[in-house]
């Protein structure tokens, strides 16, 4: 008996009752869970942007090669297009373009996970001065339909980039950052929390009337001591 007192008085005087870790639990487990998010390599809406950026130079290869193949066979048009190059009537620029697009910014958001617009603000800006050049001076549009379809199509991709990363990847990022630091923050300036509801069980003292009542039992017991008395 004298150890449960001494065990209850000790975890009354030091707060750690049960109660104390169920209020701190809360604050814990969220912390855990902001921060197992913090040491990813890379968040889930970057790995959107980068798995978009490369299906726009997989949608651009896929588009060039069936070009490729309808205007005369792939082997054929690579020597007319890649080998006697052409900057009026060929499309492997606009190919080239969609492969420098994915270079940099996988280079720079995957590789490097850089937090700032200018790689985008270069691609894009790259992308259309030279996709307007090129419409405006080249014999494309006089190809049929592959001239108006991969212009376009690496234009709006380009710009689809843009947004993603300014509109969607950054400031999702930039929330998420500061919604774990301000559990942090509140984690460390939570003050020390008091002794929890106590259980029956936890501070448990015999009652004076059973000592008592022991006491007396035993006077009856002993004879001598009655006769003494």
Known sequence: MD???SSSADSRLTGRGP???NNSTPFCSRGDSYEAGEKKCISDVRRTFCLFVTFDLLFITMLWIIELNVNGGIQQQLEKEVLHYNYHASFFDIFLLAVFRFATLILAYAVC???HWWAIAITT???CAFLIVKVILSKLLSQGAFGYLLPIISFVLAWIETWLLDFKVLPQENEDENRYQSIMDATERAPPLGPGPL???QFYSPPESVADSDEELDD???PEIGLIQ
């Open 3 to 5: 150890s449960r007192c």
């Open 19 to 21: 109660g104390s870790n």
């Open 113 to 115: 996970k850089l937090r």
């Open 125 to 127: 800006a790259a992308s």
């Open 199 to 201: 259980s029956d069980g």
């Open 220 to 222: 009856k017991h002993d």
